[in-house]
């Protein structure tokens, strides 16, 4: 059991070394062949003794589970790919028809994990380690005709990200088809999470990702104004008509944020990260918020990060860099001072190196209020970038 422990409890320095002189990180060790060989006894002595019928019941099992996690995760990374064949085996006592297909008792026990919060976990482990040729098979027998219907619920989304993952392009393109018309569902529900991970699995296969783009426009409302203020869940705020103080309440709000939301503020970065229509809606919006928005988000903890990625994403234009940059005149002193903003104040200075006229205004303003910014501490910071 003392493999379950905490890794951040694993302080273990190298033979000789001085205390404190290694970094707090654990880095994969080399270990001699006869651990290996150790560790395959302990897990088949492990299970020897339990039958199919037991093992499934310690996958839904919230003590067990994590054990079998830990045991199925050894016995793929460490046990070779031939493991996985062996009857003994802990994969083929929890799986053991082979191929796994429609109407076999393994086939009804994966979507019983499919659909359990505790056996989801499990099914996630097996998804992300299994070799090529058992994963191929699990996903072309049992998911490939599903994903539309099963990204819908809130358990199976998890193990279908997990998924996403290790899908090939041709298969991934297969998935985003199906998922698509899904996704306005899911924005509905505040389910972001596994429209993130398509965006960032698309963008590493290279695959178009229009219809992605067109379903989160129709899961906002259909127009790109304004869309970015609803993907970061500003659009509540009536800002142009907001009480100074009111305001000032909303820019440090943020630790009240949910996990839900977080989530949703993590998908404009993905999106920025994925060329074409994807990005494209980001951009857009960001030109066409008004003032007070586009500095509601340089103040937000969440929504900073947002702007400060659309400018420093690969291949963005000049065009948007000068009309966006531009907005942001004679308020750069007042952002300067914030401990937020100003991070998005050095974005700017970095973002328009060859637009030296923008440059030579932004040093004059920050100049002229050189005397108020030296006595803050976030003020003094830029003035030194």
């Known amino acids: 059991m003392s493999l379950l422990q905490s890794k951040k409890k694993e302080k273990i320095d190298i033979t000789g070394g001085t205390l404190g002189s290694q970094p707090d990180t654990i880095a994969t060790r080399t270990v001699p062949e006869s651990f290996s060989i150790a560790l395959d006894e302990m897990i088949s002595g492990t299970v020897a003794a339990l039958d199919t019928t037991y093992l499934r019941a310690l996958a839904t099992h919230p003590l067990g589970n994590p054990v079998l996690q830990l045991l199925l995760e050894l016995q793929f990374t460490k ?36 659909y359990d919060p505790v056996g989801s976990r499990l099914l996630e482990t097996i998804i992300e380690f299994a070799p090529g040729k058992v994963f191929k098979s699990i996903y072309k027998d049992l998911f490939r005709e599903k994903m539309g219907s099963l990204v819908k619920n809130e358990t199976a989304r998890f193990v279908l990200a997990k998924m996403l993952e290790r899908l090939s392009q041709e298969d991934l393109q297969h998935a985003v088809k199906q998922i698509s018309p899904q996704i306005p569902t899911l924005i509905e529900r505040s389910q972001s999470s596994i429209i993130k991970t398509m965006i960032e699995r698309c963008a590493v296969r290279q695959i178009q990702t229009d219809l992605v783009a067109d379903a989160i426009l129709r ?26 103080e009111r305001k000032k309440q909303l820019e440090v709000q943020d630790s009240g944020k949910t996990y839900a939301l977080l989530l949703a503020q993590a998908m404009p970065p993905a999106m920025l990260d994925a060329p074409g229509q994807l990005r494209e809606i ?41 009309q966006t940059v531009q907005r942001f005149q004679e308020h750069l002193s007042e952002l300067a001072l914030d401990a937020i903003a100003l991070y998005v104040v050095d974005i700017f200075w970095i973002s328009t190196e060859s637009l030296f006229f923008i440059r030579e205004r932004f040093a004059q303003e920050l100049l002229e209020h050189k005397t108020v910014l030296k006595k803050s501490f976030s003020g003094r910071a830029v003035w030194r970038n």
């Open 79 to 114: 046990s070779g790919k031939q493991k996985t064949k062996d009857a003994t085996s802990l994969f083929r006592k929890l799986l053991p028809d082979d191929p796994l297909v429609q109407g076999t008792t393994s086939a009804s026990f994966v979507t019983s994990l499919l």
């Open 219 to 244: 899961g906002y409302g259909g127009q790109r104004t304004n869309l970015l203020l609803k993907m970061l869940k500003l659009d509540t705020y009536d800002v142009e008509t907001m009480a100074p």
């Open 282 to 322: 980001v951009t857009e919006s960001i030109v066409s918020s008004t003032t007070e928005n586009l500095l509601l988000m340089a103040r937000s903890r969440t929504a900073t990060h947002v702007l400060q990625k659309a400018f420093t994403c690969s291949s963005q234009t000049k065009l948007f860099v000068r």
